[in-house]
């Protein structure tokens, strides 16, 4: 997991504006690379400054395609290859938690509306993705992974995944609202409140912590 140092060191020297817009999106939304692959212009309210996240993007096998028989396929993109064995598509996410409006940081929300600007409109039918190729079509779910390896390489970074910046999301969370799980759970889009005290425990810790010391300053030393 990068620290808060290293995140800002990363964005400062980015030179790849569609991972840069990705790691923003992974840092200050908490959302998962599926879920910024599936992002559409519609999820996008510039006016209240928040994104919906409603969906998955997912490479899958056609045969999987055909069991589902459309449940949970929202969309299928017209495979590269006919030859070819998986298809890329937008599904719904697994759990219902998943589904959720999570507020950006003005700043983010800058780069979003600079990116549409920027964008050429598609055919209609076609969904207008917000990290795409020219063509329209979506980028691989690889791509960000091995971009992002990348750019650590280049800027001497510890390598880490890019799901570890979700899990840096998080934490950063925790300590900003003093460990308020429920607000920070309605941002990840975890399932259960118990996911989140199991797994960042530590940093709820240190917030209970800092509030008995912020009780202390705020209230006793004033009897």
């Known amino acids: ?33 599926g879920e910024i692959l599936a992002l559409t212009w519609n999820d996008i309210d510039f006016g209240k400054g928040t994104v919906s996240v409603s969906k998955s993007l997912k490479r ?4 999987a395609v055909q069991v ?14 006919d030859e070819g064995r998986t298809v890329v598509v937008l599904k719904r996410p697994k759990t219902h938690a ?17 990116v549409k600007k920027e964008q050429r409109a ?34 001497g970074l510890p390598k880490v995944t890019f799901h570890s910046l979700r899990h840096s999301s998080i934490t950063y969370k925790l300590i900003l609202t ?13 399932a259960q409140a118990e996911m989140i005290t199991e797994r960042y425990g530590h940093i709820i810790d240190s917030c209970r912590k800092q509030c008995a010391q912020d009780f202390e300053e705020d209230f006793y030393k004033g009897l």
């Open 122 to 155: 598609l055919k209609r039918g076609i969904p207008e993705l917000v990290l795409r190729y020219g063509n329209g079509r979506p980028l691989q779910e690889e791509t960000l992974p091995r971009l992002l390896e990348k750019q650590l390489l280049a800027l």
């Open 68 to 81: 589902l028989n459309g449940k949970d396929i929202l969309y299928q993109f017209p495979a590269v290859f």
């Open 178 to 190: 003093g460990g308020n799980i429920k607000a920070v759970q309605g941002d990840s889009g975890h």
């Open 60 to 63: 899958i096998r056609k045969d």
């Open 1 to 33: 997991m990068l620290s808060l140092d290293q995140i800002r060191i990363l964005l400062q020297n980015c030179t790849e504006p569609t991972l840069t817009l990705a790691v923003h999106l992974a840092f200050s939304g908490s959302l998962r690379k």
């Open 98 to 114: 998943s589904v959720r409006t999570v507020y950006l940081p003005e700043y983010v929300m800058n780069l979003l509306w600079n």
